[in-house]
């Protein structure tokens, strides 16, 4: 009786332990996340989560085999019992039929698989974190993009036609009517593609 409490107790610590911290691939990586309050928070390694994972699968194909006893009451009754009769009548011990067995290669297959899919989610939520930076990267850079263009085409627009525009570092232009212009039709250009 005592091994079948120990075996629960430890198949609900590990479902608890599941419950607690789920397997999910954002948070396979042994990574170091920053909460906004400046705390660092240490994920839990994929190795531990794994290890966990197998050890649930392990403890919960024991079969739970508390004695049952078969015995006949005083009133001819069939009673079913993890005590044996109170008052020393015959009774007939019953077990559970044994669990199928697994070989190892079966068992060892299946780890393999379910640490291959586990490996495969991570790589996809990687990938998927790598293209989320990389638009958020474009979208900041089409945005000074926009921002610059606007700023160029408001002095184009709003100073006098011969003010004098910095080209380079120490380099000064006086556009003419028609660079002008172009230069206007080539920041409208730049604004249409990049302010969205």
């Known amino acids: 009786m005592a091994n079948v409490v120990t075996w629960l107790i430890l198949r609900e610590a590990l479902i608890n332990f599941l419950l607690i911290f789920p397997l999910q691939p954002s948070t396979l990586s042994a990574v170091k996340d920053y909460s906004g309050n400046g705390h660092q928070m240490n994920k839990i390694p994929a190795t531990t989560r794994f290890a966990a994972l ?3 699968f392990f403890v919960a194909s024991f079969p739970v085999t508390a004695g049952m006893y078969r015995w006949t009451d ?3 009754n ?6 044996p009769p109170p008052d020393n009548r015959e009774s007939k011990r019953i077990t559970a039929p ?15 698989e379910l640490n291959d899919k586990l490996n495969a989610i991570q790589e996809e939520r990687a990938k998927a974190r790598q293209e989320r930076l990389k638009a958020k990267a474009e979208k900041k850079e089409r945005q000074t993009r926009c921002d610059n ?6 002095m184009l627009t709003e100073r006098p036609s011969n003010t004098l525009y910095r080209i ?5 232009k006086r556009f003419t ?20």
Do not use: F, M, T
């Open 168 to 172: 380079g570092d120490n380099e000064w």
């Open 98 to 112: 044994p669990p199928p067995a697994e070989s190892p290669e079966n068992s060892l297959e299946r780890s393999r």
């Open 78 to 83: 069939v009673v079913y019992s993890q005590q």
């Open 177 to 196: 009517q028609e660079e002008r212009s172009e230069k206007i039709d080539q920041l409208n250009k730049v604004i249409k593609e990049n302010c969205k």
């Open 54 to 56: 197998v050890a649930l």
């Open 149 to 154: 263009a606007r700023h160029d085409l408001k």
């Open 74 to 76: 005083d009133q001819g």
